[in-house]
């Protein structure tokens, strides 16, 4: 995810999967469906086979590696992956020179639909992602024997970020009741407005970012997610603070933006949904009533 290493290497950071980050049905629509929830398909049998996929599918290098148009810079990339995993040829699961002790190469799949594909995305091996920090410069302060805990967390974060875009998808529901993650890219370097303003009026600097690229049937939507950590709360759940919000890149996101401040201050003073009369659980984002589903071995990459 290209979390700083040393936030992640604490090993307090393994609470963090009882951080809660809801996927809330607002205003009482249906919650966007998951891929703990695939098995429920909304679509009849006979339909299924029509269901929208995106003709693209990513890696998690952002490169397109369905063989259709790739971003110029990056067909060099492109012809190094191995066809038999779509990963790059160069030995990511080998041991990084003067490691000191081997680490698992097992990669587990992720509870996050992957766009133009019926699976999900599957996260890196702990040896994957030691020689990526090692590649980025960031792994100094890192040992082998965190890379279970940083892996650990790296993989609770994401889950946890999926369910606040899928609640902020469930606006959407019944246009498209099965959003997926197309791709992903990390800007760890670049504020985000948001925290820009935070950081001016005195409030802490992200230790990330990312912006997640969302496809809703056929519209590709991006969101803007800044990574926080509370050095004074570490070994708690509340040591990590994910924001998760849709781009101010049409209309429509800011309006969507609107309408979750509605709903979430009125299910905060346990009021119904003011559009519906219904109730709304979104307020359960905040009391932690739901934990992130974690990944479990086994599944394909």
């Known amino acids: 995810m290209g ?8 090993p307090a950071a393994q609470t963090a999967g009882g951080t809660a980050a809801a996927t809330a049905n607002v205003g009482g629509a249906p919650p966007a469906e998951t891929a703990a929830s695939s098995a429920e398909c909304p679509v009849p049998a006979e339909f299924r086979a029509q269901v929208y996929r995106n003709p693209a ?6 490169q397109r590696i369905d063989g259709g148009a790739v971003v110029p810079g990056q067909r060099q990339q ?12 160069e030995p990511n699961q080998q041991p990084c020179p003067g490691q000191k002790q081997p680490l698992s190469t097992a990669r587990l799949p992720s509870n996050i639909p992957k766009g133009g ?11 994957m992602f030691f020689n990526a920090l090692r590649r980025k410069g960031k792994g100094d302060d ?32 019944s ?4 959003a997926t993650l197309l791709r992903f890219h990390g800007r760890p370097d670049e504020l985000s407005p948001l925290a820009r303003l935070s950081s001016w009026l005195g409030g802490p600097l992200p230790f990330d970012r990312h912006d997640w690229y969302v496809d809703r049937c056929g519209r590709e939507v991006r969101y803007v997610i800044d990574f926080y950590f509370d050095d004074d709360k570490a070994g708690s759940p509340e040591a990590f603070d994910i924001r998760v919000r849709p781009a101010l890149d049409s209309p429509v996101a800011a309006l969507d933006r609107v309408k979750m401040w509605v709903y979430e201050n009125f299910a905060q003073y346990g009021l119904p949904c003011p559009v519906t009369g219904h109730p709304s659980t979104i307020a359960q984002r905040q009391s932690g009533q739901e934990q992130p589903q974690q990944p479990q071995p086994g599944g394909s990459s």
């Open 3 to 10: 979390n700083r290493a040393s936030r992640e290497a604490n």
């Open 57 to 62: 599918v990513y890696n998690v290098y952002n």
């Open 78 to 89: 492109q012809d190094e992956l191995d066809p038999t995993n779509m990963m790059p040829r």
């Open 117 to 127: 594909t019926d699976s999900t995305w599957t996260y890196p091996s702990p040896q």
């Open 142 to 173: 890192v040992s082998e024997e965190d890379m279970e805990s940083v892996v650990f967390t790296h993989n609770t974060m994401n889950e946890m970020t999926w369910q606040q875009v899928a609640r902020w998808e469930s606006l959407h529901y």
């Open 175 to 178: 246009e498209c009741p099965s």
